[in-house]
C-alpha cells in the first residue's frame, strides 16, 4: 500500500490552536503515529499539509503518478468552499476517506456541507486523532 495523508488550512496550529474543540495533539505528533502504524504493516505513508488550496491540487494530481492507492484528508476549512479540491480527486480516482477531527455536526451549520462527502469511502468525525488511524487502518486493509 501506498497512503498519502493531506491536512488542510490551519491544521499547522494543531496543539495550540482552539485545544477544547480539536485537541492538544501536534500535527507532528498525528503524522508520526500513522506513518508508524503504516510502518508496522509494510505500507509506505507520507503526509502533506498545506495553507493553499493549489498547493492540495498539485500534491492530489502528482500522487496519481506515484502509485498512491488510497487517501486520507482532512481538507479543514476547505471541506466547506473548495470545488477545486474535490475536482482534483475526482480526477485521480483515487480512494479516499474524509477524516475531521471535530464533530462537524453539532457546530456551526457552514460546517454541515462538505463538497467531498459523496466522492468518499466513508466519513469520520468528531473522534479527534482516532479518527485518522481509523481511516489508515482502513486503507491498510482494503
Ligand atoms: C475540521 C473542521 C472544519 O470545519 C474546520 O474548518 C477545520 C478542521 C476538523 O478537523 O474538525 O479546520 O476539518
Known sequence: HRILVLHGPNLNLLGTREPGIYGATTLADIDARLLALAQQHGASLASFQSNHEG??????QAAAGEGVDFIVINPAAYTHTSVAVRDALAAVAVPFIEVHLSN???????RHRSYFSDLAVGVIA?????GYEAAVRYALSH
Open 104 to 110: 462537524v455536526h453539532k457546530r456551526e451549520a457552514f
Open 55 to 60: 498547493a492540495l491540487v498539485d500534491r492530489i
Open 126 to 130: 468528531g473522534l479527534g486523532v482516532d
